[in-house]
């Protein structure tokens, strides 16, 4: 309908074309492009220093492209900043445990939901009855999110007084509350022992199912995406650029995903 600015474009929840990212002299990113159907849980691998962290952060206006396009929802998001993005629906983690320090886990969640919502100024420095309402109504909701994430009980505990594998219970839990359509997850299981990883697995599972999410799961080690068959289908990155896509299967017998592993040395 001319002049209706809502009108969206069809097809994949996410489209990226022809990203390019360096810095300096170094090119983090190379031509990369991808497309992510909603409800889709994609792979996206490749050995340390492949340029999947960098994709995750073009993707979510923390660094900007010198070249290339991401649409998501039909709506060009390139190089928007990471609160704008946040709001049209993308969260992500962070490989990096960081924003839990020195904070209570259910203040940590809470954040979340102010940025969604942004109280009116007023409201929270003279504590009006309305800010008090929400104020108890976020708590619930916090815990609510942190109940679902077997957490709840460590509510009132410091994030960073908690092992690795609850942290990244409480940064995925976190993401979950902003409420996204597409999830990017980067590399969840680093630093999980087997049985934390498997349980994680199984977390990830359970709320692309129950939220109607897209993701893209981000790992270094192939093994945790190939062993464990999550995966709708898988990229792979070296060297910042796309070498190949397919399914796990497909994937295990390509001379290209060995070479590029035995190449990093990780295979
Ligand atoms: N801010 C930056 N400044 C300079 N170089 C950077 C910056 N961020 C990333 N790089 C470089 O870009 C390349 C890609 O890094 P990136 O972190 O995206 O890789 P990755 O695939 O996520 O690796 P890992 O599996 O180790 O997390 C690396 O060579 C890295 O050193
Ligand atoms: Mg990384």
């Known amino acids: 309908m001319p002049g209706d600015n809502n009108q969206r474009e069809t097809g994949p929840i996410l489209k990226i074309e022809g990203l390019n990212k360096s810095f300096g002299g170094l090119q983090a990113v190379l031509d990369f492009s991808l497309s992510l159907e909603t409800g889709e849980l994609k792979g996206l691998i490749g050995p340390n220093g492949a340029g999947k962290t960098t994709v995750f952060h073009l993707i979510t206006g923390f660094h900007k492209p010198n070249s290339g396009r991401v649409v998501f929802k039909g709506i060009n998001i390139t190089a928007q900043s990471p609160n704008r993005v946040t709001k049209l629906g993308i969260a992500r983690t962070f490989q990096k445990i960081r924003m839990l320090e020195n904070i209570k886990v259910i203040d940590a969640m809470k954040t979340a939901f102010y940025l969604q919502k942004p109280y009116n100024v007023l409201d929270v420095l003279f504590q009006t009855p309305k800010y008090g309402r929400e104020e108890r109504q976020l708590e619930e909701k916090a815990l609510e999110f942190l109940t679902?994430?077997?957490?709840?009980?460590?509510?009132?505990?410091?994030?960073?007084?908690?092992?690795?594998?609850?942290?990244?219970?409480?940064?995925?839990?976190?993401?979950?509350?902003?409420?996204?359509?597409?999830?990017?997850?980067d590399?969840?299981?680093?630093?999980?022992?087997?049985?934390?990883?498997?349980?994680?697995?199984?977390?990830?599972?359970?709320?692309?199912?129950?939220?109607?999410?897209?993701?893209?799961?981000?790992?270094?080690?192939?093994?945790?995406?190939?062993?464990?068959?999550?995966?709708?289908s898988i990229v792979v990155m070296h060297q910042g650029a796309v070498i190949t896509e397919g399914t796990?299967?497909?994937?295990?017998e390509d001379e290209r995903v060995i070479e590029a592993y035995l190449g990093a040395g990780v295979a």
């Open 187 to 232: 590399e969840p299981t680093s630093g999980l022992n087997t049985v934390e990883t498997d349980e994680l697995v199984e977390i990830i599972l359970e709320i692309k199912d129950k939220f109607g999410l897209s993701i893209i799961l981000v790992e270094h080690d192939m093994r945790v995406i190939m062993d464990k068959g999550i995966c709708d």
């Open 248 to 252: 796990c299967e497909e994937l295990q």
């Open 148 to 185: 679902f994430f077997g957490i709840a009980h460590l509510a009132n505990d410091l994030g960073s007084d908690l092992p690795y594998g609850l942290q990244r219970r409480v940064g995925i839990a976190r993401a979950l509350a902003l409420s996204p359509e597409l999830l990017l997850l």
